[in-house]
């Protein structure tokens, strides 16, 4: 399931923050295991205890959260030595057993829109764990989780999306929704033919009952036009599927994929091809 263990990468700024508070929802609606991680490069000899100092702070924020994730019992904080932070990111996901890394966006961005910041795309194009992206400003609703959505379009990697997504949300006990795009002159009728066999995919891979299931067709000139034409709840996560020139159990974030996790307002999931 997406999120029994979840990796946190800290860093002091705003992006840090907004990925300790997404993980830590995450963590607090799956009932799993939070680890919070900083890279630190090979070539500083003061680096290790910068590192160790930053997971302290992280600590402190955790601690201060009303509804806080037990520290000291469900989360542990942990270093790793390595030239790119996302490079070491997804060697500690490896190390720790994460199956989720949870990035913020960097500073400076559009408020309630993702960033992408050189190690978020390093992540969408080579991680081998699902990357969760929080868009600028996050913070956790009051409600909680309450929809899951996936990205659906035909093809093998968007129906093994709606598979893992449909038992992600029977597991967590909210409702799912296959949202597809109809961009430009994209044939309406035909999208719906596949979201209807999407919905079937959905219910015989989960179990899930007819009414935790819904299909959309969002229109629009665009992208962005056309995801501001779809509703979105507060506790809304939205989850996508690599590409398929992505390498087996690898995340590659292709191009529409990517205008999609710009335009998103809530945080976005990147599975990666293949996700067990």
């Known amino acids: 399931m997406i999120g029994e263990h979840v990796l946190a990468g800290y ?27 900083a890279v630190y490069p090979p070539d500083r000899v003061a680096a290790a205890g910068e590192a160790n100092t930053l ?24 270093t790793q030595e390595s030239r790119s932070v996302g490079r070491g990111l997804s060697s ?48 956790p609703p009051p409600q909680g989780l309450e929809r899951i959505t996936v990205m659906y379009v035909q093809r093998p990697q968007a129906d093994e999306a709606v598979t893992r997504a ?4 029977i597991t967590l006990g909210v409702p799912l929704r296959l949202l597809t795009l109809a ?9 719906r033919d596949d979201l209807a066999l999407a919905i079937r995919l959905a219910q015989d891979s989960s179990g899930l009952p007819a ?12 992208v962005a036009d056309a995801l501001g034409d779809a509703d979105w709840l ?36 990147v599975l990666p091809r293949g996700y067990t």
């Open 55 to 78: 997971l302290e702070q992280a600590g402190g924020l955790l601690a201060e959260r009303p509804a806080g994730v037990a520290v000291g019992f469900a989360t542990q904080f942990a």
């Open 11 to 37: 860093a002091p700024d705003s992006g840090g923050r907004e990925a300790l508070a997404l993980a830590g929802a995450i963590v607090e609606h799956t009932h799993g295991r939070l680890t919070v991680g």
């Open 183 to 191: 961009v430009g002159d994209a044939p309406a009728g035909r999208l």
């Open 92 to 139: 500690l996901a490896g190390k720790v057993g994460a199956d989720l890394i949870v990035m913020g966006s960097p500073p400076g961005g559009a408020r309630g829109r993702i960033g992408v910041s050189s190690t978020a795309d390093n992540l969408l194009h080579s991680a081998t764990e699902a990357v969760m992206l929080a868009p600028s400003g996050y913070a």
């Open 234 to 269: 507060p506790g809304e996560i939205l989850v996508c599927a690599s590409s398929e020139d992505a390498a087996a159990h690898r995340v590659f974030l292709g191009e529409v994929a990517l205008k999609v996790l710009r335009a998103a307002p809530c945080p976005v999931t």
């Open 166 to 169: 449909a038992i992600a949300a």
């Open 211 to 222: 009414e935790e299931v819904s299909a959309g067709l969002a229109e629009g000139d665009d």
